[in-house]
């Protein structure tokens, strides 16, 4: 694999254009940067050379530090020493880049983000495209900018501004940079670097300031203003994000910067990056972010040289939550949309809810008035099959009914194109009892989204023994266009992400009935990171849903399935979740969850049915203990789904968990989680309850083998039945 380089070429103009080369983002590993302290020193010393501009590649200036070489530094495997502390910040940008004797000018387009910016905020100008993407997006990795973002960008664009780029990892595009006065100039990506020449030779020939942001003040506020700005910026992120110190490290830094002066911030900046870089944050962070991009590397699928056929128009079956939802995402991307209902008042329901979905984003600025009519153009509300002859892909989205799916695909197989893909959003069905009365089941396959469908990132695609490899590959290029995480996973009841996790609600109602209380549940799991409880996730789903798939669950797991009546109990009395306004909470405007003694009735009822009576010691347990003891079920079936190669690797299960089930991200995803506490004290609880309760929390032969011989849960091992 070839180094990252930069190259010099010295024009008769007197201008060095030192372009960074490193693709396909022109990262700044270790070499890069070298090589350009190198190109700039010969820059420096040549007669010949009177100004400097850096460039990037291929249209694009640097997507920022080369972020494979986090788990390099941290396992302590570089091929090369790593720089001192302070070296690229102090010596190399500061000392070398913005102290030199000649001016230099950023020559930006496509990106420049991360140590690209800050590349680019080291040089005494900055001259960029409308469109290119500039940003500090460090926090997104459990580090804080390392190269002197956290200095440079308050004294650019104010403290307001650039606290809102670091700490959302917000990025901006050049026509805004350019009116915060980050970028000096705009021009089109053809005159880049011609204008950047002449920019710099104005700057050499006094005609324009040349100008060292590391000291530049104009743009900061007054000492005691920035220091309520700062205080405010400090409560938001205690609030926003309680378990994570790195954005406060993130401000500390800031502030270091202008009460002691940028020198003294470079130097705290340095020493802050270095000790986050080996933090558990970063290293879950790290890992989720080459996690996701892993995803879409299937073996046996995306191995075979296969390109994805066009899908042009897509047909969606069922105008609820679901199917709007789904049609909501397809129109924004550009996808035609014919959607299907069985009469005028349920496809009048459903367009209602997809237009509502689009007019949320007016209100939010999102879209323009213009823009909405344009996209809500694409989507066709019908009541009958006609139109689904010459339609790519069909994604049915009806109730969890199984003969009503079955004779669904039935009807399709007689309409649709001998090369259409028939997929299901079904969340829990097998799919092969779906497709049973089919003859084509090469291109049956499941297309699950998450609710809001249009929202949630994340799309499980499900294929069985008989889905070809060119209908995955056709999936996943439309997950891709429609901006979703995808994970190919094997076929079985529930699939993988609602198999690992429906220990999780199951685990919560087990203890209610034996003395926890429910809101203590959902307090400890929400304060662990999770956007809500268990029981709180009962309520949004709604009650029939859980009791529906809660049957699936137990007519193939019978011997891990706990079977509480408080759910059905409250059913009983119309008590649905979240719809009826009434669940384990009681919701009395705005969708805000308030705790209501009146559960209590239905708790002591459960628990007289099951038999039993509080227990004194669950009741005083602490948040460490209910945290574990609702996810290490959850862990348990995860390691099945693994053995039983429903999912091909452990990280897809981490992506699966923080993009479909809310997971913290911080925190790596379920196994990486479960690695981080080790195979053995995960089995060793799971055995300990399993003696104290029974075979709900037996661990599995996966996890109990991998605790024995000390191996991680998420190394890779063989699937002795691999379904995918």
């Given at each position: 694999m070839?180094?990252?380089?930069?190259?010099?070429?010295?024009?008769?103009?007197?201008?060095?254009?030192i372009?960074?080369?490193?693709?396909?983002?022109?990262?700044?590993?270790?070499?890069?940067?070298?090589?350009?302290?190198?190109?700039?020193?010969?820059?420096?010393?040549?007669?010949?050379?009177?100004?400097?501009?850096?460039?990037?590649?291929?249209?694009?200036?640097?997507?920022?530090?080369?972020?494979?070489?986090?788990?390099?530094?941290?396992?302590?495997?570089?091929?090369?020493?790593?720089?001192?502390?302070?070296?690229?910040?102090?010596?190399?940008?500061?000392?070398?880049?913005?102290?030199?004797?000649?001016?230099?000018?950023?020559?930006?387009?496509?990106?420049?983000?991360?140590?690209?910016?800050?590349?680019?905020?080291a040089?005494?100008?900055?001259?960029?495209?409308?469109?290119?993407?500039l940003?500090?997006?460090e926090?997104?990795?459990?580090?804080?900018?390392g190269?002197?973002?956290?200095?440079?960008l308050?004294?650019?664009?104010?403290?307001?501004?650039?606290l809102?780029?670091?700490?959302?990892?917000?990025?901006?595009?050049?026509q805004?940079?350019?009116?915060?006065?980050?970028?000096?100039?705009?021009?089109?990506?053809?005159d880049?670097?011609?204008?950047?020449?002449?920019?710099?030779?104005?700057?050499?020939?006094?005609k324009?300031?040349?100008?060292?942001?590391?000291?530049?003040?104009?743009?900061?506020e007054a000492?005691?203003?920035?220091?309520?700005?700062?205080?405010?910026?400090?409560?938001?992120?205690?609030?926003?994000?309680?378990?994570?110190?790195?954005?406060?490290?993130?401000?500390?830094?800031?502030?270091?910067?202008?009460?002691?002066?940028?020198?003294?911030?470079?130097?705290?900046?340095?020493?802050?990056?270095?000790?986050?870089?080996?933090?558990?944050?970063?290293?879950?962070?790290?890992?989720?972010?080459?996690?996701?991009?892993?995803?879409?590397?299937?073996?046996?699928?995306?191995?075979l040289?296969?390109?994805?056929?066009?899908?042009?128009?897509?047909?969606?079956?069922?105008?609820?939550?679901?199917?709007?939802?789904?049609?909501?995402?397809?129109?924004?991307?550009?996808?035609?949309?014919?959607?299907?209902?069985?009469?005028?008042?349920?496809?009048?329901?459903?367009?209602?809810?997809?237009?509502a979905?689009?007019?949320?984003?007016?209100?939010?600025?999102?879209?323009?008035?213009?823009?909405?009519?344009?996209?809500?153009?694409?989507?066709?509300?019908?009541?009958?099959?006609e139109?689904?002859?010459?339609?790519?892909?069909?994604i049915?989205?009806?109730?969890?009914?199984?003969?009503?799916?079955?004779?669904?695909?039935?009807d399709?197989?007689?309409?649709?194109?001998?090369?259409?893909?028939?997929?299901?959003?079904?969340s829990?069905?097998?799919?092969?009892?779906?497709?049973?009365?089919?003859?084509?089941?090469?291109?049956?396959?499941?297309?699950?989204?998450?609710?809001?469908?249009?929202?949630?990132?994340?799309?499980e695609?499900?294929?069985?023994?008989?889905?070809?490899?060119?209908?995955v590959?056709?999936?996943?290029?439309?997950?891709?266009?429609?901006?979703?995480?995808?994970?190919?996973?094997?076929?079985c009841?529930?699939?993988?992400?609602?198999?690992?996790?429906?220990?999780?609600?199951?685990?919560?109602l087990?203890?209610?009935?034996?003395?926890?209380?429910?809101?203590?549940?959902?307090?400890?799991?929400?304060?662990f990171?999770?956007?809500?409880?268990?029981?709180?996730?009962?309520?949004?789903?709604?009650?029939?849903?859980?009791?529906?798939?809660?049957?699936?669950y137990?007519?193939?797991?019978?011997?891990?399935?706990?079977?509480?009546?408080?759910?059905?109990?409250?059913?009983?009395?119309?008590?649905?979740?979240?719809?009826?306004?009434?669940?384990f909470?009681?919701?009395?405007?705005?969708?805000?969850?308030?705790?209501?003694?009146?559960?209590s009735?239905?708790?002591?009822?459960?628990?007289?049915?099951a038999?039993?009576?509080?227990?004194?010691?669950?009741?005083?347990?602490?948040?460490?203990?209910?945290?574990?003891?609702?996810?290490?079920?959850?862990?348990?079936?995860?390691?099945?789904?693994?053995?039983?190669?429903?999912?091909?690797?452990?990280?897809?299960?981490?992506?699966?968990?923080?993009?479909?089930?809310?997971?913290?991200?911080?925190?790596?995803?379920?196994?990486?989680?479960?690695?981080?506490?080790?195979?053995?004290?995960?089995?060793?609880?799971?055995?300990?309850?399993?003696?104290?309760?029974?075979?709900?929390?037996?661990?599995?032969?996966?996890?109990?083998?991998?605790?024995?011989?000390?191996?991680?849960?998420?190394?890779?091992?063989?699937?002795?039945?691999?379904?995918?």
């Open positions: 070839a180094k990252g380089r930069t190259t010099m070429e010295v024009g008769s103009d007197g201008v060095a254009v372009t960074i080369i490193n693709p396909p983002v022109n990262s700044l590993s270790i070499d890069v940067l070298y090589s350009l302290k190198e190109n700039y020193e010969e820059a420096l010393r040549r007669n010949d050379v009177k100004a400097i501009v850096v460039t990037g590649a291929q249209g694009k200036f640097s997507g920022g530090f080369d972020i494979s070489a986090f788990g390099a530094i941290q396992g302590g495997k570089m091929s090369q020493e790593q720089p001192k502390v302070g070296y690229i910040s102090i010596e190399v940008l500061t000392d070398t880049l913005e102290g030199a004797k000649k001016p230099s000018v950023a020559a930006i387009d496509g990106l420049a983000l991360g140590g690209g910016l800050e590349v680019a905020m040089c005494h100008a900055r001259i960029s495209t409308p469109t290119a993407q940003g500090l997006p926090l997104q990795l459990g580090v804080i900018p190269f002197g973002g956290t200095q440079r308050p004294r650019l664009v104010g403290l307001t501004k650039a809102e780029m670091m700490l959302l990892s917000k990025s901006i595009k050049g805004e940079a350019h009116e915060l006065g980050l970028v000096d100039s705009l021009v089109q990506p053809t880049l670097v011609t204008t950047a020449r002449q920019y710099a030779l104005e700057i050499y020939e006094c324009r300031p040349w100008v060292k942001s590391l000291y530049k003040n104009d743009k900061l000492l005691g203003e920035a220091r309520e700005i700062l205080k405010f910026a400090r409560a938001q992120a205690q609030k926003q994000a309680a378990n994570l110190t790195h954005p406060l490290v993130c401000i500390d830094v800031i502030e270091e910067g202008i009460v002691a002066g940028p020198r003294a911030g470079l130097w705290k900046e340095a020493t802050a990056f270095q000790g986050l870089l080996f933090s558990d944050t970063c290293k879950s962070l790290v890992h989720v972010f080459f996690s996701q991009r892993a995803t879409t590397k299937v073996p046996g699928v995306t191995d040289g296969l390109i994805p056929r066009k899908v042009t128009k897509v047909a969606i079956l069922g105008g609820g939550l679901m199917g709007s939802g789904i049609a909501t995402g397809l129109i924004l991307s550009s996808y035609p949309v014919i959607l299907k209902e069985v009469n005028q008042k349920f496809l009048d329901a459903g367009i209602d809810r997809v237009k979905n689009l007019q949320s984003r007016v209100k939010k600025g999102k879209m323009t008035e213009e823009k909405y009519e344009k996209t809500l153009s694409l989507l066709t509300g019908v009541l009958d099959f139109k689904f002859r010459d339609v790519d892909l069909v049915e989205a009806v109730i969890e009914n199984v003969s009503l799916k079955q004779q669904i695909f039935s399709l197989e007689k309409y649709c194109g001998p090369n259409c893909i028939l997929a299901t959003n079904t829990t069905i097998d799919l092969n009892l779906i497709g049973e009365k089919t003859r084509s089941q090469d291109r049956i396959i499941g297309s699950h989204f998450f609710s809001p469908a249009h929202i949630m990132p994340l799309l695609i499900v294929r069985t023994a008989k889905t070809s490899p060119q209908t590959v056709d999936l996943l290029e439309v997950g891709k266009k429609i901006r979703k995480t995808s994970i190919v996973v094997g076929n009841t529930g699939f993988a992400v609602n198999r690992m996790f429906f220990p999780y609600t199951q685990s919560a087990f203890f209610i009935d034996r003395g926890m209380d429910p809101y203590g549940i959902d307090k400890a799991v929400t304060k990171g999770m956007p809500m409880g268990p029981l709180r996730l009962a309520d949004l789903v709604g009650f029939g849903v859980a009791v529906a798939t809660g049957m699936q137990l007519e193939h797991f019978p011997e891990r399935v706990y079977k509480s009546m408080l759910i059905p109990l409250m059913l009983e009395d119309k008590r649905t979740g979240e719809a009826s306004k009434k669940g909470y009681k919701y009395e405007n705005r969708r805000k969850a308030l705790p209501d003694p009146e559960i009735k239905y708790i002591q009822k459960s628990r007289e049915i038999g039993f009576t509080p227990d004194p010691n669950l009741m005083k347990l602490g948040e460490k203990d209910i945290v574990e003891m609702v996810f290490f079920p959850v862990v348990n079936e995860a390691c099945r789904v693994l053995d039983e190669g429903i999912s091909v690797k452990a990280s897809d299960l981490d992506i699966a968990s923080i993009f479909g089930m809310g997971f913290p991200p911080y925190r790596g995803g379920i196994m990486f989680w479960a690695d981080s506490l080790g195979a053995k004290y995960v089995h060793s609880k799971l055995e300990q309850w399993t003696k104290q309760y029974g075979e709900f929390f037996k661990p599995c032969s996966y996890l109990t083998e991998r605790a024995s011989k000390g191996i991680a849960l998420s190394a890779p091992g063989n699937q002795t039945k691999a379904r995918l």
